[in-house]
């Protein structure tokens, strides 16, 4: 069983990215997927989820209106489009499965990618 999150790397403040979600092993749509990052000396922040269904999705108030998450179940994977980075966002970037609906804990935890917003 293997997450592995990919897509990051440098950008400019107000540029974009696309992280995305793919995984080994398991059936990724069977579960909801978060999006955390943790920059150097901070916690770990949850910022994003999405169901295992797509139905639902959630955000942290920081990020609303410029991440969108999303998922493509065909090829058992999830995405996370960021806009607009600014360079406090800096950050190893992860993705995690768990709950159908985002709920309780996240059982399965990829490695992450770094997101640089510098100019």
């Known amino acids: 069983v293997q997450l592995q999150a990919s897509g990051g790397g440098l950008v400019q403040p107000g540029g974009s990215l696309r992280l995305s979600c793919g995984a080994s092993?398991?059936?990724?749509?069977?579960?909801?997927i978060g999006w955390f990052r943790q920059a150097t000396g901070k916690e770990r922040e949850a910022i994003s989820c999405?169901?295992?269904?797509?139905?639902?999705?959630y955000y942290v108030d920081s990020v609303k209106g410029r991440f969108t998450v999303s998922r493509d179940k065909a090829n058992n994977t999830a995405s996370l489009q960021m806009n607009s980075l600014e360079p406090e966002e800096t950050a190893v970037y992860y993705c995690?499965?768990?709950?159908?609906?985002?709920?309780?804990?996240?059982?399965?935890w990829g490695q992450g990618t770094l997101v640089t917003v510098s100019s």
């Open positions: 995690a499965a768990g709950d159908r609906l985002c709920r309780g804990e996240f059982e399965y």
């Open positions: 092993g398991f059936i990724l749509n069977d579960y909801g």
């Open positions: 999405i169901s295992s269904s797509g139905d639902s999705t």
